[in-house]
């Protein structure tokens, strides 16, 4: 786990499957992006959110994604009782 500032980078599984439990967010991966067939795009579907073209993942599916195409995950550090607005994320490519 890497932190500068407010903003922690992890690869460890353990640890984003954790922060995603706890918003109860399910891994999935997106088959359109604007307009376009996309295989491994991956991100987070909160409670009460669902777009089209969205399929859910076993988090076994997901992290072979994430691993497959080196990816790193990156949020913000913040007090647990923000959680409910501390959906902010993202994936980018491992800088290690």
């Known amino acids: 786990m890497i932190r500068d500032n407010n903003r922690i980078a992890t690869v460890d599984h353990e640890d984003i499957q954790s922060w995603a439990e706890a918003r109860r967010a399910q891994p999935v991966r997106l088959r359109r992006f604007e307009g376009e067939r996309v295989e491994s795009r991956i991100k987070f579907r909160f409670p009460e959110e669902e777009y089209a073209g969205e399929e859910d993942l076993s988090w076994d599916e997901f992290f072979d994604i994430f691993d497959r195409e080196r990816l790193e995950f990156v949020f913000e550090d913040i ?5 409910e ?3 902010l994320y993202q994936f980018q490519p491992r800088k290690y």
Do not use: I, T
Request: charged share 25%; glycine share 12%.
């Open 85 to 87: 607005s501390g959906n």
């Open 79 to 83: 007090a647990d009782e923000a959680v």
